[in-house]
């Protein structure tokens, strides 16, 4: 009987091992690309210093320095579901703010890449993004209250330095009860100068937070805005001349 | 030396072939070799070694002293971090090893044909990590510190018992494939102008979280773990990890290597067996060393795991040209 060569088995069991290769090939090569698809990811806030959000996806190799060095551990890395940005360092704010406990943004220097640009030296030339306030009908002062107890309550995991206790060493916002007759956290906590005052509202008995040219973004009045959800956010990447 | 131009050429997927030249002494060894009456109990007594190497009863030394080096390393990362010990800071990716700059030499290549630009501390350390391994041995990273190695070789066991029921085949890729891989994904990150390997490599993953906890991308390297116990055996390491070849390559030069010594080798071929790479080990083949020491090729990750599997000590540890390691 007539037998072709492609038909005997070292030859049948060549093509096959060729399809499951090509198989594998587009297999591999189709995740990995299934991995940018979620552009729709939510935007995030950045560390400090943080280039362009193309640039800075595309410079991070994903080592998770600024993880270990920041000493209040504001940052996360992203997971699989925030799609192109796997493993890119974030920040949240409302969860943990990025207080500058560490004075001199170990974050910047620890990043072996650039993705965290050297050319930032100190808290207030950072630009990560603006405060914002979202909900003014909510807050506390905009109605002339005071604030009395935990910011966030006694299960609020996030830390805070503050220079009248520990000018070096953050510690839990639960830990330090506040007591303002007029709620002004946002301003009395911001660790930049001159970012947020309170002022009068016009027409009314209460004052309201407004922010200035010096806010950084870092987040902080967002993370210990005691009303809930919080008055105060960070509109990421946004600057003055884009607002 | 572990580098030759037909180890590099194997290594990229060339299929091994029979050496032209072969010298007269190792002739004479094939020869008094084939002239050997092979009695039963020979037979026997190699069919129990090819066994016991299947099921793992054989020393464990090398396999043990690679494990002990292996998770004190990524322990070492992880509580660096954890109980802030700061000497290993970063991951298996990039880190502060001591203050020196590292960074894994195929990740750091996707980050700058990404962005298009190299920051100095990135540049020193990938040439860190280049001399490092040029000195250790290239593929030695594989099996001596990589966290997914580890893994993958838990769940090998799991399929080589499955093989051994019949209740799984393993089914080969093309080695080629991994060649194409490293292109494929370095020219999609210059197009992309996005790292896209760094993303999926389960080093990666697994580094980040066996250190900052654990992530759905896990999830991923589950799949990958499920998809070698399966269907196809270390499947990532042999035909996928551009970070693998790349130290292959790395490895060329390097004068740590496995040494195949002719004389006493019985040919049964439990190192083939053991081994993650069988096709470095090509010369232990009857009449198919072409010398009678035989460096082993560069895709070798010096697990040792043929070392420790060897009755007769024919394959050894050697720092090219200046001793044995036992």
């Given at each position: 009987m007539f037998t072709s060569k492609k038909s005997t088995p070292r030859h049948q069991e060549s093509r096959r091992r060729f399809l499951r290769t090509m198989a594998l090939f587009f297999g591999v090569i189709g995740t990995s690309l299934a991995t940018i698809f979620p552009a729709f990811a939510k935007s995030r806030l950045r560390p400090p210093g943080a280039i362009e959000e193309g640039e800075f996806l595309a410079s991070c190799i994903k080592c998770g320095q600024c993880v270990q060095v920041c000493p209040v551990q504001a940052i996360d890395l992203a997971d699989i579901d925030e799609g192109m940005g796997i493993g890119v360092p974030y920040i949240d704010a409302r969860s943990q703010?990025?207080?500058?406990?560490?004075?001199?943004?170990q974050c910047i220097l620890a990043c072996p890449t650039g993705s965290l640009s050297p050319t930032v030296s100190k808290k207030e030339d950072v630009r990560m993004g603006l405060a914002r306030v979202a909900r003014l009908e909510a807050c506390l002062a905009y109605h002339g209250q005071g604030f009395k107890g935990q910011a966030r309550g006694p299960h609020f995991q996030g830390l805070l330095r503050y220079a009248e206790i520990d000018r070096w060493k953050p510690i839990p916002v639960k830990d330090y009860p506040e007591d303002r007759e007029l709620c002004d956290l946002c301003v009395c906590r911001c660790p930049i100068e001159k970012a947020i005052s309170l002022r009068p509202v016009e027409g009314g008995k209460g004052m309201k937070p407004v922010i200035h040219e010096?806010?950084?973004?870092?987040?902080v009045c967002e993370m210990i805005c005691p009303v809930e959800p919080t008055v105060i956010v960070i509109d990421e990447r946004k600057t003055w001349e884009t607002a | 030396m572990k580098g030759n131009f037909e180890a590099l050429a194997v290594m990229f997927g060339k299929e091994p072939i029979k050496p032209k030249r072969i010298t007269e002494q190792a002739i004479k060894i094939h020869k008094d070799k084939r002239e050997l009456a092979i009695t039963p109990e020979t037979i026997a007594k190699i069919k129990q070694e090819l066994k016991n190497a299947r099921q793992g009863n054989y020393s464990k030394k090398w396999r043990n002293r690679r494990w002990t080096a292996l998770i004190s390393i990524n322990l070492l990362f992880t509580l660096s971090f954890w109980i802030d010990i700061q000497l290993f800071e970063g991951s298996m990716i990039a880190s502060r090893v001591l203050g020196f700059h590292m960074a894994d030499v195929y990740s750091a290549l996707q980050v700058v044909l990404a962005y298009k630009i190299m920051f100095i501390n990135l540049a020193i350390g990938t040439i860190t990590v280049f001399f490092i391994w040029i000195f250790l041995g290239g593929r030695a990273f594989c099996s001596w510190v990589c966290p997914y190695h580890l893994f993958a070789e838990w769940t090998e066991r799991i399929h080589i018992k499955l093989v051994e029921k019949k209740w799984v085949k393993d089914h080969p890729f093309h080695r080629g494939v991994r060649t194409i891989f490293w292109i494929v994904f370095s020219i999609l990150a210059f197009i992309l102008g996005y790292a896209l390997f760094n993303s999926i490599n389960p080093v990666g993953i697994v580094s980040r979280a066996l250190i900052y906890g654990p992530s759905l991308a896990i999830l991923w390297v589950v799949m990958l773990l499920l998809f070698e116990i399966f269907y196809s055996r270390r499947a990532w390491c042999r035909y996928v990890c551009p970070m693998g070849l790349t130290y292959g390559i790395t490895g060329a030069l390097s004068p740590l290597q496995v040494t195949y010594h002719?004389?006493?080798?019985?040919?049964?071929?439990a190192c083939r067996v053991v081994c993650e790479v069988p096709h470095v080990l090509e010369c232990v083949k009857k009449s198919r060393a072409k010398e009678v020491t035989v460096d082993i090729g560069t895709d070798c990750t010096l697990c040792g795991a043929c070392v420790d599997v060897c009755p007769t000590s024919s394959l050894r540890f050697e720092i090219k040209g200046l001793s044995y390691l036992t």
């Open positions: 703010a990025c207080d500058f406990s560490c004075d001199a943004v010096a806010c950084v973004g870092c987040g | 002719l004389p006493d080798c019985q040919h049964e071929g």
